[in-house]
Structure formats: C-alpha cells, structure tokens
C-alpha cells in the first residue's frame, strides 16, 4: 500500500525582478535563502515571463552577458520564445518551444545566454524556465558538458482517462523514460491536465517534490495551489494526485533523491565550503573557467 506524500507548504507567488535586460523572472526557489534540504538535489527555479517584447530596434539581443557557473547544472526549458547562448567549451545552440537545454556546469563554464537572432527581430512572448540542479561533491568538478534536448526527442505520454498528458524530460513516467541523462536520480515532467482531469504519479519514497503550476491552478493531495504558487511536498510516501480545478493546467513537476551534503552558495557558484567557493572566485577572476571566443 503506497502512502500520500505530505505537502509541507504552500509557496506564495514571488515578485517578479529582471535578469539581464532579457529575462523578467520570478525565483520560486532558492538554495541561496538557506532551505537546501527541502528542495535538493534542485538548487534554485526562475520562471520567466510570459513577457511581451517589441521588436528590437537594434538588433542586439537582450539576455546576459557573459557570467561563469561552477558546481551544478543549469536546465532550461523554453515554453515560448527562443533562447540562444554560447560557452567557453565551445558548445553554443539555440532552443525553441519544447526544448530543453541541460549544461553540467561542474568544474566551470563560462557563457551567455539571449534571446534568439529571429525572436530578437519580431518580438513576441518569451516564457522559459531555468532550473539550477545540484551535482553531489564526486561530480563538482568534472569537466563540463552540455545536452541539447529538442522537443522531438522528449516523450509525450498520455494520462489515463484523457486527464492531459506528461512530457518526460528527466526520469521516468509509465515506463516511458526520459532523454536527460542525470548524475543523481530525479523526475522532471512539463505535465499539461485538461480542465476537470486529475491524475495519480508514484515518485520515490525518500525523494522531494515540487509542484508548480505554471497556466492555471491544481489541487495538489487536497491542497490548492494557485498559479505561479508551488506546493514543496516531504520525503515521505510515493503517491502524489493532482486535480486541474476549473482551467487547463501546465504544471511543471520535479522530484528528486536528496543530496545530502552541505551546501555553500554564492551568486554562480554552489560548491560544499566556503573555501571552495572562494577557490571558484579566483579560478574564474584567473581565467581558469576559460573564456567566450569574440564574436564573428
Ligand atoms: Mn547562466
């Protein structure tokens, strides 16, 4: 007999703050703000837009200039828009709706990330997700690699009972499994419900979870949990319901085995002591995270 998850706590919708001058965001969770244990192996979630940008008089792409990353990996998952970036391994790529970018940062990365060449020109809606994903201290300072995850290669699979549809970007869901490759076992799903459908997910016992839906509301093992609200449910159980209420829902759902292991955070940089994060400063002040080539 599987046992209901406990939802800890019901997160209010944080107000929105840019990021660059590309990405008006909102920071669900943070690492930074000292509740590591509850969300790892997750580390930190802005939610951006969706935001209407005007066609650029200039041409130049907004976004952020270049800014290193060390100890972790960044996800980002584009619902509207195109995002284009570029690295000091030399990986750059550009991601549209349904796709997914998953860069180990691990032992440093160096890059920037902008709205797409053709998005920058015509304007439109931009609304993305980036996802900060813990490594556990084995990993922190591997080299660096980069998955891009194009919407065609990530699975949709049906709910039962027409309730809507999973797309299993990390983990597994109904024995479909996911295209990312994780260091440390973890779901992460961009479900879509229809009005009225409610559905049933088993997850590990022992892993967090976080629910939060992005269009719309649910009910989430009898709680309600408003749009841009995100429900932080306890390690304890495997049986997670959720109910679209009265809308189409986009919910994303991330769940994941806990790193235990301490966690010092510093703008771009997690790593497991102070030292090591000082460490992280002077490699990249050194030159030692590498650098962006000029641009052609
Ligand atoms: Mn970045």
């Known amino acids: 007999m599987s046992s209901m998850k406990t939802v800890n706590e019901i997160r209010r919708a944080p107000a929105p703050h840019w990021v660059g001058d590309g990405f008006p965001v909102r920071t669900v969770f943070a690492a930074h703000s000292g509740e590591a244990a509850a969300i790892s192996p997750f580390l930190m979630l802005d939610y951006a837009g969706p935001h209407d940008f005007p066609p650029s008089e200039d041409g130049r792409p907004r976004g952020v200039d270049e800014h290193p990353h060390r100890g972790f990996e960044t996800v980002t998952i584009v619902y509207q828009g195109e995002i284009e970036h570029r690295d000091s391994s030399g990986n750059s790529g550009k991601i549209g709706p349904g796709d997914v970018q998953w860069m180990t940062a691990a032992s440093g990365v160096v890059h920037e990330e902008k709205h797409g060449t053709a998005f920058t020109q015509r304007g439109g809606t931009l609304e993305m997700i980036q996802l900060w994903v813990n490594l556990p201290a084995r990993e922190k300072m591997s080299k660096p ?116 292991e301490p966690v010092v955070a510093q703008g771009p940089f997690v790593m497991n002591t102070a030292d090591e994060i000082r460490q992280a400063i002077q490699d990249y002040r050194g030159g030692r995270m590498g650098s962006l080539a000029a641009k052609a």
């Open 145 to 260: 690699r980069y998955q891009e995850i194009l919407s065609a290669a990530i699975p949709n699979v049906p709910l039962a009972g027409d309730a809507g549809s999973v797309r299993v970007i990390a983990g597994a869901f109904d024995n479909h499994r996911g295209p990312a490759t994780t260091v440390t076992p973890m779901d992460v799903w961009d479900i879509r419900m229809c009005r009225g459908g409610s559905a049933s997910f088993q997850l590990p016992n022992g892993a967090n979870a976080i629910v939060l839906p992005l269009v719309g509301r649910a009910v989430v093992n009898g709680s309600d949990v408003n749009q841009h609200e995100c429900a932080m449910l306890g390690r304890d159980g495997e049986t997670l319901e959720i109910n679209a209420t009265d809308a189409d829902a986009t919910i994303l759902l991330l769940s994941g085995q806990p790193i235990d």
